[in-house]
């Protein structure tokens, strides 16, 4: 084991250093391209390497003077500045476990995350973020815009760390939140070897070299921006951030990302789609793009060949598959024109990314190549944090070898294996819908509902309007008359916008199946 920051630099070039944790990476990575550019903001705003490795070393003394420990978690309301991602990696220099929440989230579903993790430190991007935070909590906060932070940040020393030496690829290195059937959100946890190899594999599969731009469309808190995040930063490459209130104007959107001359983009097919609706994207925008990756969920096929009619001749368009759960990504598929002139089906997954293991648990024995997928691999996350009933149901050994320990994920989707080795995506084997690119479990929009005392029953259904789009849509039986606006209302102060049903039907007795069950298929049909 190396003893110090500085021995580890002493020893080895970088080209040969032996890197086994984020916070070692990132030194590296800061040494090399101490001078280029690693954050870009629309604003013009530019942060060099050096300026963020310098930065995030003094918020690591910060926090460990706040009484943060190697193993502990920070929960950061992240706004994108400068500051708070030098939060991420200062957190991944000390060993400590960060956790981005979204600033928007109602209070009830909050204190759920926060009961979950357990934070030793709340961190407030800036004074434009306006937070319920749960009464009572008495968790220490950090504002990163107040004074106090300003005169402790200046007094702390920049040089790296000795302590980051110490941190394993094992440890943890950042919580994600995805829906949960119960209505408790699941905190999905990421080793620091688990990014690593996700780096290495960005790198590979999308050529990202310094001279690189990405986008950060995605929302800091969705597991589509750790693509973002960890490719360009651990590649000398620049992180082009940008905020929920920019991507809600396509126009706007379009021109940042045009003048910043960002080369390669990543996001939700939604977003894409919504450029296109809006008539935002003609052909001479993003000049200077390479990539379009997008995943998240299924890109219709009407709208994804209008893409390919903008950009196919002159930037590659890669769909992407990955649960959060196996560090955001687990296979690409370059989409051709062949791709987009059959509208039969959603483009491929693609093969596995090198370095995943994959079993197909069939749904029947006659058709073994059509099943639940199942994923193995140094991708695979360490578990739900705080939950290990979920843990172990989701976290298996592989049905089909118990000769020695070898867990694989459920993911719970159905795919199809393909005769020339490719998988295709069939749906899913449980109650859970991917809508706007978000993973939601119907169960959590019930769970909600039903936790209005008002309430006698609710059933929550996803109505396919076309390929990839779809709405949310509930059937509310309550016990006295309720007007439709304050049951809107009161699900918005628990649920997420995105997990808002579009319609609420206010109706009599709920249909039952025969085994008195709530019948989701009579559902559907009144929807």
Known sequence: MVDSSSEWRTLATPEAAYIYNLGLAFYQTANRFASHVALCYPTGQTVTYDQLNKQSNRLARLLIGKGVNRGDVVCIFNNKSFDAIACILACLKIGAVYTNLDVSSPEERLQKMLGTCQPVLLILDNSDIVVDLPQGSETPLLELSSGEFERLLAAEDDSDLDATASITGAD????????????????AVMSHGNVLNLIRWAQTTFAITPDDRLTNVNPIYFDNSVFDLYS????????CPVTTDITQDAAKLVDIINRLECTLWF?????????????ALQKDDFPAMKRIGFGGEGFPKA????LYSLFGGRAQLVNVYGPTECTCICSSYPITEADVEDQSQLAPLGHLAPNFGH???PLEESNPQFGELLLSGPSVGLGYYNDQERTQ??????PADNRCRNIMYRTGDLVRLAGDGRLHFCG???N??????YRIELEEVEAAFNSLDYVDEVGVVYKQLQEGLGQIIAFVNCEAEVPQQQLSGDVKAILPPYMVPKRINVIGALPKNANGKIDRVKLKELA
């Open 172 to 187: 943890p290195a950042y919580i994600m939140f995805t829906s949960g059937s119960t209505g408790f959100p699941k905190g």
């Open 232 to 239: 360009s930063l651990f590649s000398g490459a620049s992180l």
């Open 267 to 279: 996001s939700v097919p939604s977003l894409l789609v919504y450029l296109l609706t809006m008539r």
């Open 303 to 306: 709208k994804l060949k209008e």
């Open 359 to 361: 079993y197909i648990d």
């Open 393 to 398: 149901r989701a976290f298996v050994q592989h």
């Open 428 to 430: 899913r084997m449980d």
């Open 432 to 437: 859970q819908i991917k809508h706007m690119g």
